[in-house]
């Protein structure tokens, strides 16, 4: 195993990486003087991923939506116990999480760490499922799919994505439906894990407190090798139009949510770090605290400080801007900032305001470096993205205002929006008093 150093002189930083004999790629960002440490084991599989074929196959795979998050959920399970309580004994704490297109595993802790590396390495390769513990989860994830059809966050966000998309399945439910989920057996359930659980399909990341030659050690010692095979995701075509501009729902909120979405055409494929780069410097610039945009919807009362956020957000097959917040009118809040969009196209952007956007950006990024949890994080994301850390805080220094103003003829184009909102449940009329 070659195990790498990569460094950057810009941010005066260093981490440690290999490619396993296994196929698994390892990162290691040692911090001297870190009280703690954090781990996180990945593959770049999520709730996207249920229609697919294998290389070693001739024949494509259809399985229930929601699988990817109950797979995660089961293989804490074993026939030991789960490993939930194995963490306890070391005083780790452990959680994992399934996004639209990767899960991981993880654990922060103080001491113990290479205890609890062993237990995050064992657990994520022995997988356990039957038909009575698969049918006891059904039970509990379907508890769990009918509490956030009722949060109000969840619903705003995902009638977005069923607004703004046709055919791709980050339209649905990161955990399915009850429906799908009760389609879940122990047969899919392996299928999916030893297609996706591939080591070649997976990343371990680790910051903090560590020392790398232990780390490598012990990877070395508890991988389990498996042959490599190639994953092809199928995506049924997606139309750039939006399916609805408008979507409506109400709830019970005490002040109304919105989310203002963006479509972009992806069918060239993922943007490079340096389409990102410029795309946050967009958003910088446009939205932040420090924006005309920002003082103005503040100004009138539109939004609040701590609900109003921005972000890019984009996967295999699907890239939107989103902007979300609370307001008491988020029509004006969406018409004000089609109208940002449409200024900055006509006037360009601001020499200063690029400046002073790029230094919050780079500055925001070098101290996420302080943070463990912030690197690891970033890190397996980036390398699911085909994408590196360095070369991200890189693309910020090396942008261009050209190229930023250039990202608005393909971004934030008024006629590819759908503005979700959720507002409160309209008040019964009261009776007449005689």
Not at 286 to 313: H, K, R, V
Not at 344 to 368: C, H, M, S, T, W
Not at 427 to 433: I, L, R, S, Y
Request: with cysteine.
């Amino acid at each position: 195993m070659k195990i790498t150093e990569v460094t950057s002189e810009r941010v005066k930083d260093h981490y440690y990486t290999a490619r396993h004999p296994s196929g698994l790629k390892i990162f290691v960002y040692p911090k001297a003087g870190s009280q703690s440490a954090y781990a996180v084991f990945g593959t770049r599989y999520g709730s996207i991923d249920t229609s697919f074929k294998r290389s070693d196959e001739q024949d494509a795979c259809e399985v229930p939506e929601g699988i990817a998050h109950f797979l995660e959920h089961k293989l804490f399970e074993s026939e030991d116990g789960d490993a939930f309580a194995r963490y306890a004994k070391t005083g780790a704490s452990a959680n994992a999480y399934t996004s639209f297109d990767m899960t991981c595993y993880l654990f922060s802790c103080t001491e113990n760490f290479y205890d609890s590396l062993e237990i995050l390495l064992d657990f994520v390769q022995s997988p356990y499922f039957t038909e009575q513990t698969v049918k006891k989860e059904q039970g509990i994830i379907g508890q769990e799919i009918r509490m956030y059809d009722d949060d109000p966050q969840w619903r705003v966000m995902f009638n977005m994505l069923r607004g703004m998309y046709w055919n791709h399945p980050v339209r649905i439910d990161i955990a399915g439906t009850v429906e799908s989920i009760s389609e879940i057996t122990p047969e899919l359930l392996y299928r999916c894990y030893h297609t996706f659980y591939n080591l070649n399909n997976m990343a371990l990341c680790v910051a903090g407190n560590v020392d790398p030659d232990k780390v490598f050690a012990m990877v070395d010692r508890m991988l389990k090798p498996a042959e490599p095979i190639e994953i092809e995701r199928i995506f049924r075509p997606e139309p750039p139009q939006v399916r609805e501009t408008r979507v409506e729902e109400h709830l019970s909120v005490a002040s109304p949510l919105f989310q203002l979405g963006f479509k972009e055409d992806v069918s060239g494929g993922r943007g490079d770090i340096r389409k990102i780069a410029e795309t946050e410097l967009l958003l910088e610039i446009m939205a932040s605290e420090s924006s005309p945009l920002f003082g103005s919807l503040l100004e009138q009362g539109l939004i609040n400080e701590a609900s109003f956020s921005y972000e890019y957000f984009e996967g295999s097959g699907y890239a939107a801007v989103i902007f979300s917040g609370e307001s008491k009118d988020p029509d004006a809040v969406a018409k004000a900032v089609r109208e940002e969009a449409d200024r900055l196209r006509r006037e360009g952007i601001d020499p200063q305001a690029f400046e002073r956007a790029r230094k919050a950006l780079y500055g925001r990024n070098v101290a996420a470096l302080n943070s463990a949890e912030n690197i690891a994080n970033s890190m397996i994301a980036l390398t699911f993205a085909d994408r590196e850390l360095f070369s991200y805080i890189d693309a910020i220094v090396g942008a261009k205002l050209e190229d930023v103003q250039k990202r608005l003829d393909t971004c934030l184009l008024p006629e590819y929006s759908t503005l979700s909102v959720v507002l409160p449940h309209e008040k019964a009329a009261e009776p007449d008093k005689e």
